[in-house]
Antibody, heavy 122, light 107 residues
Framework: QVTLKESGPGILQPSQTLSLTCSFSGFSLSTSGICVSWIRQPSGKGLEWLATICWEDSKGYNPSLKNRLTISKDTSNNQAFLKITSVDTADTAIYYC??????????????WGPGTMVTVSS | DIQMTQSPASLSASLGETISIECRASEDIYSNLAWYQQKSGKSPQLLIYAANRLQDGVPSRFSGSGSGTQYSLKISGMQPEDEGDYFCLQGSKFPLTFGSGTKLEIK
């Protein structure tokens, strides 16, 4: 059974660094073809893909966030991480992690975590 | 970036009605398209991938079609549990991009 769960600080101040953790079970990030991505959704708005990390440690980032993103993984503990530097109120959103299924030539996400709400406020 | 234009933004349907939601890509995405349903306060649930492949466990009243730049999601026979927001996702090219969403309500 595949599950993912996000965790984060809940609230932080502008200019701080946001650190998020995705803890998952039912698959391994060392398995060929597996990737985990971060996606966010401001309240009442649409979805924005942020970053992806794959089993062989390849990474992809949304250029709209320029150099503020860093994605990493801890394969032994079944976790993926995302850091966003210099946050401001526009980063207030629900943050999801999601899995790309193995063995598919297409990019999509089959399982998502429930999301963690992050509020940036002074 | 590939822009995904989704329409309509909102839709009201009667029980049993057949509805369609469209996504148009700014360039050919070679059927790299997925559809998601999101209910209030929940994470998105995968309905369709590769433009027309039904995800396991999804009712057969959901179907996807399209190619090139034009794609659609059809619900054949609206049910109460189909209320929610629907999004498309293009997976052809990074950055991955989503449609702006369609809010589907029961009339």
């Amino acid at each position: 059974q595949v599950t993912l769960k996000e965790s984060g600080p809940g609230i932080l101040q502008p200019s701080q660094t946001l650190s998020l953790t995705c803890s998952f079970s039912g698959f391994s990030l060392s398995t060929s073809g597996i990737c985990v991505s971060w996606i966010r959704q401001p309240s009442g708005k649409g979805l924005e893909w942020l970053a992806t990390i794959c089993w062989e440690d390849s990474k992809g980032y949304n250029p709209s966030l320029k150099n503020r993103l860093t994605i990493s993984k801890d394969t032994s503990n079944n976790q993926a991480f995302l850091k966003i530097t210099s946050v401001d109120t526009a980063d207030t959103a629900i943050y999801y992690c999601a899995r790309r299924p193995p063995g598919s030539p297409h990019w999509y996400f089959d399982f998502w975590g429930p999301g963690t709400m992050v509020t940036v406020s002074s | 970036d590939i822009q995904m234009t989704q329409s309509p933004a909102s839709l009201s349907a009667s029980l049993g009605e057949t509805i369609s939601i469209e996504c148009r890509a700014s360039e050919d995405i070679y059927s790299n398209l997925a559809w998601y349903q999101q209910k209030s306060g929940k994470s998105p649930q995968l309905l369709i991938y590769a433009a027309n492949r039904l995800q396991d466990g999804v009712p057969s009243r959901f179907s996807g079609s399209g190619s090139g730049t034009q794609y659609s999601l059809k619900i054949s026979g609206m049910q109460p549990e189909d209320e929610g927001d629907y999004f498309c996702l293009q997976g052809s090219k990074f950055p991955l991009t989503f449609g702006s969403g369609t809010k589907l309500e029961i009339k």
